[in-house]
Each structure stands twice: as C-alpha cells, then as structure tokens.
T-cell receptor
Framework: AQKITQTQPGMFVQEKEAVTLDCTYDTSDPSYGLFWYKQPSSGEMIFLIYQGSYDQQNATEGRYSLNFQKARKSANLVISASQLGDSAMYFCAMRLPSGSARQLTFGSGTQLTVLP | DAGVIQSPRHEVTEMGQEVTLRCKPISGHNSLFWYRQTMMRGLELLIYFNNNVPIDDSGMPEDRFSAKMPNASFSTLKIQPSEPRDSAVYFC???????????????FGPGTRLTVL
C-alpha cells in the first residue's frame, strides 16, 4: 500500500532564510506523482509544485523547489527566502496511476511558522 | 479565472438535520473529488467522479452520506441525518483527467466548515 510520511509536525524559520520540509513516500509502482500543497490559516488548499517520478530534473516554481531523491524515496520541499506569508500547514501528497483512480494520498502535514 | 466554488462556507446545524454541501468545479475539468479534513484523521477522500460518474465511493463513511453530480458543473454532498462527529471541513477539488498525462493537478475549493451541534 502507498504511504506518505511527514515527520516534522512543526517547523520554525527566520524570515528570509531557507527551510526544508521533509516528505518520504513508499510505493512499489514505478510511475507516480508527488505534490505539495499549502494550507494557510484561512483554510484553503493551494497547489504549489509537482514532480513526476520520471522527471529528470527537480521541479521548481518561484521560491519553491522540490528536492527529489528517488532512491531514498524522498520529495522534500525547499522554500527559499522565507516570507511571513509562508506561515501555513504544508501537505505532501502522492498520486499513483492505478487505473482510472489516480487520486491523492496525503501526508499528515507540517506546520511552518516564519519568525520576523 | 474562477476557481472551484463551494457553498456554504460555514454551516452550523443541529444533530439529525439534513446538510447539503455544494460544489462548482473549474470549467473544463472532468474529475471532481470530495474530501473531509479533521484534526484526528487529516485529509480523507470521500468520493470522486470522472465525467460525472462516481468512480470510487469507498471513502464515504456510511449510508448517511451521499454524493451526486448531475452535470459537469455541479455536485452535492448530502448528510442525512447529520451527527456531531460529522463536524469537519469538507473540500471539493477538480482536475482535468487525461489518460497518460502526468500532472493532472487537483485544485481545491475554499472548503465548507460544518459544525453539527
């Protein structure tokens, strides 16, 4: 069975510094997708970044980058130059191409607090 | 561009009452998902539709829950009768499902915060 693990319930970072949020996954399927979502205190879920299992390069979107280490089955999110508005819950999710399903399995989340 | 629209944003009801949550997916998206989020269980997939057809409802907790998608632009999640343990945030998400395509990212609505007293 597929599983997503986020081992950091909470993280603190100083404004303008970089922070890495950990995510490990477990699947025997060679084809999968990895996603990161941000959930601020207002509650909405905001898509940040995607990495496909066959992608050769790490995904980047502005200040977000995904440190994809396939052999270690890790997909850590790196946020550079943290801003106060980055304070939120961050969820890692995995999608498998099992038939027509392809739904997401979410980790338990990491609460990031950016300190001024 | 309008994102996924959910209504109401907040709902407070009494145990035993019927609750209907509504969702309008992003135009052009052909898959729709209903999730429930609680502190104890995190994000749980309840049901999802491809092209208005329910594909997997194994996440629906019990017969009190039902979901419909009468057309490509509207879905409802109904709880009848509601119970206090149904209190949660309910999210709707949509995506474009294309076989063989990689990302097919799900985009979430703002959620409905349900409180059952």
């Amino acid at each position: 069975a597929q599983k997503i693990t986020q081992t950091q319930p909470g993280m603190f970072v100083q404004e303008k510094e970089a922070v890495t949020l950990d995510c490990t996954y477990d699947t025997s399927d060679p084809s999968y997708g990895l996603f990161w979502y941000k959930q601020p205190s207002s509650g909405e879920m905001i898509f940040l970044i995607y990495q496909g299992s066959y992608d050769q390069q790490n995904a980047t979107e502005g200040r977000y980058s995904l440190n994809f280490q396939k052999a270690r089955k890790s997909a850590n999110l790196v946020i550079s130059a943290s801003q106060l508005g980055d304070s939120a819950m961050y969820f890692c999710a995995m999608r498998l191409p099992s038939g027509s399903a392809r739904q997401l399995t979410f980790g338990s989340g990491t609460q990031l607090t950016v300190l001024p | 561009d309008a994102g996924v629209i959910q209504s109401p944003r907040h709902e407070v009801t009494e145990m035993g009452q019927e609750v209907t949550l509504r969702c309008k997916p992003i135009s052009g998206h052909n898959s729709l998902f209903w999730y429930r989020q609680t502190m104890m269980r995190g994000l749980e997939l309840l049901i999802y539709f491809n092209n208005n057809v329910p594909i997997d409802d194994s996440g629906m907790p019990e017969d009190r829950f039902s979901a419909k998608m009468p057309n490509a632009s509207f879905s409802t999640l109904k709880i009848q009768p509601s119970e206090p343990r149904d209190s949660a945030v309910y999210f709707c998400a949509s995506r474009t499902y294309l076989a063989g395509i990689g990302a097919d990212t799900q985009y979430f609505g703002p959620g409905t915060r349900l409180t059952v007293l």
